[in-house]
């Protein structure tokens, strides 16, 4: 059985996609190396989750949270904030949600240099201040 040039064609054309699919959505083939250092990122990461203090969740009278759409989206993202810390989230992943609450709902959440955590609108002045 000889093939022609369209099944020659065919037949390159499914073994190079089902190689790239292979090796960017599989990950079967890796780069040597690669594995080594995802470990050691990963137990960098373990290490400082480990010896971190947890968090107090931040409270608030619900009468406040009335007042502002900005008060409830500041209490909101911080409590978020602090669940995601206290569950063991990675520091990466921490920065993330704060650059996602940022576009969302315009707030930046911070630590203060005294240590507590703080939510800022968008030009800087701080709406809530969570207590130690």
Known sequence: MELNDNQKTAILVFSVTMLA?????????RLPGAAKAKANSESADDEDISDREPMKEPSINPQELKKSRMVLNAFNSL????????????QKDLDQMVVDLKKMYNVKIYKKPD??????????KDILINDL
């Open 79 to 90: 409590n978020a904030y602090i669940k995601a810390y206290n569950a063991g989230e990675s």
């Open 21 to 29: 699919y292979l090796f960017f959505v599989k990950e079967k083939i």
């Open 115 to 124: 240590g507590r955590m703080a939510v800022a609108d968008g030009v800087g």
